[in-house]
């Protein structure tokens, strides 16, 4: 036997869907504060490369904009296994409302770094000026290094296949001749 049609239930369930269906219109349609803060800053290059020797120091210079439309306090800092070869200047500042700053970054590998390649990323991120929030907006720069080969490591193999004691004994031999001529010289002139 068929049960009998309810229809205030028909009603109830219709205004649920409706709902439903509203507060996920709502949801979509109103903006997030996420991706207004993700807006508020850009940087050129979008990607740094340096090439360097292990010792040596190259220079670059990251372009922070500010593209909200009020002043922000931004920091730059750096990612990866070796970042304290990076020196960053500055590495907080504040920027006006669509101001744009230079950020220099300044790369000194060790001499004993091992020629490779490295992966690293340069992090600026934007915070309202002079709030105690702490919620901001970032970007990571991909940067890639290349550490090349010093130049006795690029002296060419048949040389270096030379033994260490015969380069010692021609370094000596070297020294004596110079220190005997110097030497006689100097008997010469004043005996």
């Given amino acids: 036997m068929p049960l009998p049609a309810n229809k205030g239930g028909h009603q109830v369930m219709k205004s649920k869907i409706?709902?439903?269906l509203l507060a996920s219109l709502a949801i979509l349609v109103l903006p997030l504060p996420a991706p207004a803060l993700a807006m508020a800053l850009g940087v050129s290059p979008g990607k740094m490369e340096f090439s360097v020797r292990p010792g040596g120091i190259q220079m670059q210079t990251l372009q922070v904009v500010n593209q909200a439309g009020v002043s922000s306090q931004f920091q730059v800092y750096v990612e990866g296994e070796h970042k304290e070869w990076f020196?960053?200047?500055p590495s907080e500042f504040i920027l006006d409302a669509q101001g744009t700053g230079d950020v220099e970054i300044t790369l000194a590998p060790p001499l004993t770094a091992k020629p490779q390649d490295y992966e690293f990323a340069i992090c600026v991120i934007s915070l309202p000026a002079g709030s105690g929030l702490r919620l901001g907006a970032g970007v990571k720069v991909p940067t890639h290094v290349e550490l090349t080969e010093l130049p006795l490591m690029a002296i060419p193999l048949p040389l270096m296949a030379i033994p260490w004691w015969i380069v010692?004994?021609?370094a000596v031999l070297v020294i004596m001749v110079t220190?005997?001529?110097i030497l006689w010289?100097?008997?010469k002139?004043?005996?």
């Fill in 189 to 191: 002139r004043y005996v």
């Fill in 87 to 89: 020196k960053i200047a």
């Fill in 168 to 170: 010692s004994l021609t």
């Fill in 18 to 20: 409706w709902l439903l």
């Fill in 185 to 187: 010289r100097w008997k």
């Fill in 179 to 181: 220190g005997l001529i």
